[in-house]
Structures are given as structure tokens and as C-alpha cells.
């Protein structure tokens, strides 16, 4: 049987249709499809590429800060921080306990007389003043009561002084205030200010707390009562 031209023509439209619909799902539409998906990866990278600069600068900016930081508290520990040694007035924790029982209350006496001499600044007339208190007798104690090791992680002796009066000029006043702040080898904390009188002499009540971290890598271990001990040098840190 003898076909006529256009079902030839038809058969080949159908076939070179399939042949497209083929090309299309198996090659371009996938390759299609990936190339869009390889332009938006590189966008995407592209945008993170841009972030790395300003990245890299909140790094460096956060490196200067770590590092102002540890500067700012070396000053801090080696201006604020008690000498491990009696005669720079500070205390040897390392030597052992009936050492100690010894050297704290000394140690208490050069505190009290760096205390004494912080009171006059300023200029002002002290009226009342502090009193740090006496270390215990006890060697199996005196560490752990007075300089709160080992339940703080490092020595540290922390005393709320209770109430000073002074007498002087609003300036003198505010000086003597100020001064706290600087006192060597101690943190001093100052609050409840209260004003009373005539200007210009006014007198001033006001509260006082001294924080002293003990310097020093060792600690010396506990004791029983009644057994000196000769062996100095447990573990225990303070600021350096």
C-alpha cells in the first residue's frame, strides 16, 4: 500500500517532535537546571567572598580588644594585688601553718597601717576610723578563715569595714573619696556617702570595704592541731 505525502510529512513532524521532547528532558533541561544552580552557588559564594574583609576586621578588632583587656588587668593586679612577702607588706602563704599564725597577724598590722595612711588623703580630718580584723590563732584554720582559701579559688582577704567619718572642705571630701580608688596593693570600695554641716567645713559619713588578693602559687597545706608542720606547698594559685 502506497502512502500519500502527508502522512509522510505528519510521521516526520511526530518524530523530529520526539526528538526535541528527547534533546529537552535528557540534555538541555538538565543542564539547564544545573547551570542555574551553579549561578546562584556562585552568587551565594560571591556574597560570602565580599563578608570575609569585614569579617576579618571584627577579628582583629576583637583580638585588640582581648588584648586591652589583659593589659588593663595586668596594671590592675600589679598595682592592686598584696605582695607575697611580709617585709613588701604583704604574707608568704606557702610557709607552713605556725609559720603563719605568726606572720598574719603582722601581715594584719601592715594592712592596718596602709589603711591609716589611705585616711589621710585628701586632707580631711578623720574622726572614726576602721579596724582590720585579727587573724585566728589557730593553724588548721587560718587559712581557710582569714584569707577564705580553698573556698574561693584563690587567697583573698575581704573585710567590710563598716562606717568612717571624716571632716573637711567639699573638695578635701571629695578628694579623700577618690583616693580609695588608688590605694596600693588593695581594692577599696566606697559607698553610703551622707553630708552633714555648715560649708565650708562639712563632715562626711560614708561606708568602707578592702578586698586584697594574695599573690602566690602555693598554698601551704592544712595541719591538725597540735602536729607542727614542716612540709610548705600545696597546689593553689592567686593573681599574678
Not at 160 to 176: A, F, K, M, S, Y
Request: glycine share 8%; hydrophobic share 40%.
Amino acid at each position: 500500500m502506497k502512502l500519500s505525502p502527508l502522512p509522510i510529512y505528519l510521521l516526520g513532524i511526530v518524530f523530529a517532535i520526539c526528538a526535541l521532547l528527547y534533546a529537552f528532558m535528557v540534555h538541555w533541561s538538565p543542564n539547564t537546571t544545573e547551570a542555574q544552580y551553579q549561578r546562584e552557588l556562585k552568587a551565594k559564594l560571591d556574597s560570602e567572598a565580599a563578608k570575609m574583609p569585614q569579617a576579618q576586621r571584627r577579628v582583629e578588632t576583637a583580638q585588640r580588644k582581648v588584648e586591652e583587656i589583659g593589659a588593663d588587668w595586668r596594671r590592675i593586679a600589679l598595682r592592686h594585688t598584696v605582695p607575697a612577702s611580709l617585709e613588701r607588706g604583704g604574707i608568704d602563704l606557702s610557709k607552713d601553718r605556725w609559720s603563719l599564725t605568726v606572720d598574719a597577724p603582722r601581715f594584719r598590722d601592715n594592712m592596718q597601717r596602709a589603711v591609716n595612711a589611705q585616711l589621710k588623703r585628701g586632707g580631711v580630718i578623720v574622726e572614726s576610723g576602721p579596724t582590720i580584723p585579727f587573724p585566728p590563732s589557730a593553724a588548721p584554720s587560718i587559712v581557710e578563715q582569714y584569707f577564705n582559701f580553698p573556698a574561693l579559688k584563690f587567697p583573698v582577704v575581704m573585710f567590710d569595714l563598716g562606717e568612717i567619718r571624716v571632716r573637711g572642705t567639699l573638695q578635701q571630701i571629695t578628694n579623700h573619696l577618690k583616693a580609695w580608688r588608688d590605694m596600693p596593693n588593695y581594692l577599696a570600695v566606697t559607698d553610703g556617702l551622707a553630708l552633714s554641716g555648715t560649708s565650708p567645713t562639712l563632715s562626711a559619713t560614708y561606708n568602707l570595704s578592702i578586698v586584697g588578693y594574695i599573690n602566690g602559687t602555693r598554698i601551704s597545706p592544712p595541719v591538725q592541731e597540735g602536729t607542727p608542720s614542716a612540709t610548705p606547698g600545696a597546689a593553689g594559685a592567686g593573681p599574678q
